[in-house]
Structure formats: C-alpha cells, structure tokens
C-alpha cells in the first residue's frame, strides 16, 4: 500500500507515503481526501479498536474498506498542555481532562 506507520494502540497512526504506491496514487486521485503523515487509521474492514489487528488486515490480499481520522497536526500527548481546547475534539479516547490556572510560579509537573 506504501503507508508508513506505527502502532498508536487503537489505531494506526501515518509517518508518511511511498512514491507510486497505491495510496500515493490514491491522493492523487482524490484531492481533499488524501492519507498524509499524522492521521490514524482507525478501521479497516471493520475491524478497528486494535492496531494489530488492523494492520493484519491491511497486510491480507482482499479489498480493503480503510477508515481514516485525518489530523492535520500531531495529537496531545498525556500530560501535554492544551492551549486550544478544540483540539481535544481529535482525540479518540480522554480519560482526564483538567482544566485550571495555575497560581503565578506554580508548574504542571506539581500537579499530584
């Protein structure tokens, strides 16, 4: 297929298209739909919630229904300070969220 990506444990998350590879052609079939470096591949024929599991069937000889979360910049990672909060709408999965003002010459990193 020529996608370069790594295991982000529900999904799959793109590094990068080979050259003259399926995708590659794909985006340039498809202008405004195209695979580019930070989105997740969240399904593939119906099989999501697992990397693994995804890439497996990505590897298989069939036709592939891929499900693509596009973002168009890197995701927070835990701990990450947010400034915009819309960017929270891109995670898949939150578990906490804090939002707060730290008092003048408090840090995050004393946050217990």
């Not at 739909?33 to 969240?42: A, L, R, S």
């Not at 939150?94 to 939002?99: A, G, K, M, N, Q």
């Amino acid at each position: 297929l020529g996608i370069n990506a790594s295991s982000a444990g529900s999904y799959l998350s793109v590094h990068g298209i080979d050259a003259d590879s399926p995708v590659y052609t794909w985006n340039q079939q498809n202008p405004g739909h195209e695979i580019v470096p930070n989105d997740q591949i969240v399904e593939v024929n119906g099989v999501r919630g697992d990397a693994t599991s995804i890439l497996d069937q990505m590897q298989r000889p069939q036709r592939l229904d891929i499900k693509v979360l596009p973002v168009k910049q890197p995701l927070p990672k835990s701990g990450d300070r947010v400034e915009d909060l819309s960017k929270l709408s891109t995670l898949s999965d939150v578990d906490v969220v804090v939002l707060a003002e730290l008092p003048e010459g408090e840090s995050y990193s004393n946050i217990k």
